[in-house]
């Protein structure tokens, strides 16, 4: 037997032993990993506090955990409503919030305007005047107190003159001047506060640069990050300049776990921001910078024997979000041997498995998956089982299992 295979019988032993009395679905939490990989973005972060990307966990206790580590502080969340859950109550998960997104949701913007405490704790996140706009017709600056405002600053590559994107498609605000402008726009009108810029280089942080089985795309990635990098390292530190010229800035946030050590090396940047490091899915095995440890999984259970060489497991349609394609479907790995049929891949009430390990699963037996992004996995579950070293020790609710859905 392979090292590899031997590594792998071991892992699923672990498991099943420690889930044995309990019925999948389900999900565990291997807190060994989870906070080794904590340890390594602190590492990897060069000193610069690290806010928690909360839509890549998913969890209160699990926020909660990473945040009273040292290197940790704050957290970005993806919308309004979750950012008032997590600020809000006698023990909040945060006391400051930034929220990642631009909102449109009115009633929680009266929720925010309504409590002076909240309001302080939580930033909302602004790329236009239009959304200002949209703030003052729900609740008029004389009756609210002063909100906390933050830019969002593209950061994406534009080349040829701007006829190539490179990165996702967020902000308007792409320029130096555009950032100034902007700034104006809310420290002249009442009822706000300007208080940070955030840069997320999605092109950089999200992009894997080693994808394994694709060399040359690798190294098209990597010339492309490196590019994207310089470029930014300039145009955001001039950003940041003419909007300090306008307001006294609390932070300015960027990057992800997949460049925490090129934005931490921004003498322009105060703070970074990672979560999905924390879980370390599919879509971050390809990174040549540094390797997290699978710390989320979740096992389905096997219902049928279709053909020799096949089995089929209860449900398992966990797909990822972003671009369709193979990287987005859950992968199982244990035992070691399976993939899934080309011809349905993840389904939402089944999936069919196929491989040498087959033959060897009975009817009830668990396979166990990885899944592509890393919160993603909390919308299926109600609870992330806790394991350390062994043994289950409990527990972490999922927004889910405390009936609560940002999506």
Not at 12 to 35: C, E, Q, S
Not at 40 to 59: M, N, T, Y
Not at 244 to 251: G, H, K, Q, S, T
Not at 319 to 337: E, H, K, L, N, T
């Amino acid at each position: 037997m392979s090292r590899s295979a031997s590594s792998a019988d071991a892992a699923r032993a672990r498991l099943d032993a420690a889930t044995a009395h309990l019925d999948p679905p389900l999900a565990v939490l291997d807190l060994d990993a989870l906070d080794a990989n904590a340890a390594d973005l602190e590492r990897r972060a060069g000193g610069r506090p690290i806010r928690v990307a909360s839509k890549s966990v998913r969890s209160r206790p699990v926020l909660r955990r990473v945040l009273a580590r040292p290197g940790f502080a704050g957290v970005l969340a993806y919308t309004l409503p979750e950012a008032l859950w997590l600020a809000g109550g006698p023990d909040p998960v945060s006391t400051d919030v930034v929220v990642g997104y631009p909102t449109a949701d009115r009633a929680a913007l009266r929720a925010l305007a309504a409590d002076p405490v909240l309001a302080g704790r939580v930033t909302l996140m602004v790329d236009s005047p239009a959304q200002l706009d949209l703030v003052d017709a729900v609740v008029p600056a004389a009756t609210r107190p002063a909100l906390r405002i933050c830019l969002d600053l593209d950061a994406s590559l534009r080349v040829a003159g701007g006829r190539v994107h490179v990165g996702v498609r967020r902000s308007p605000v792409h320029t130096p001047g555009q950032a100034a402008g902007l700034a104006r726009a809310v420290t002249g009108r009442p009822g706000f506060r300007l208080v940070g810029l955030m840069a997320y280089e999605a092109q950089v942080a999200g992009v894997p640069d080693a994808p394994p089985g694709r060399p040359l795309r690798g190294l098209a990635v990597r010339g492309m990050r490196a590019l994207s990098v310089r470029e930014l390292a300039g145009r955001r530190a001039a950003a940041v300049a003419a909007v300090r010229a306008e307001a006294d800035l609390e932070f300015v946030n960027g990057g992800g776990t997949g460049s925490l050590e090129t934005t931490s090396a921004d003498p322009a940047v105060t703070e970074v921001a990672a979560g999905s490091g924390l879980y370390s899915p599919l879509l971050f095995d390809g990174y040549r910078a540094f390797r997290g440890r699978p710390a989320a999984l979740f096992a389905l259970p096997v219902t049928r024997r279709p053909a020799p060489g096949t089995v089929t497991v209860a449900g398992g349609g966990w797909i990822a979000s972003g671009p369709p394609g193979a990287d987005r479907s859950p992968r199982p790995v244990y035992p070691a041997g399976l993939r899934t049929v080309g011809t349905e891949g993840a389904g939402e009430v089944q999936t069919p498995l196929r491989g040498p390990a087959a033959d060897g699963l009975r009817i009830g037996d668990r396979v166990w998956f990885r899944h592509a992004k890393a919160g993603e996995l909390a919308e299926h579950v109600d609870v992330l089982h806790a394991l350390a070293g062994d043994e289950l020790t409990g527990g972490f609710a999922t927004y889910r299992g405390e009936g609560r859905s940002f999506g």
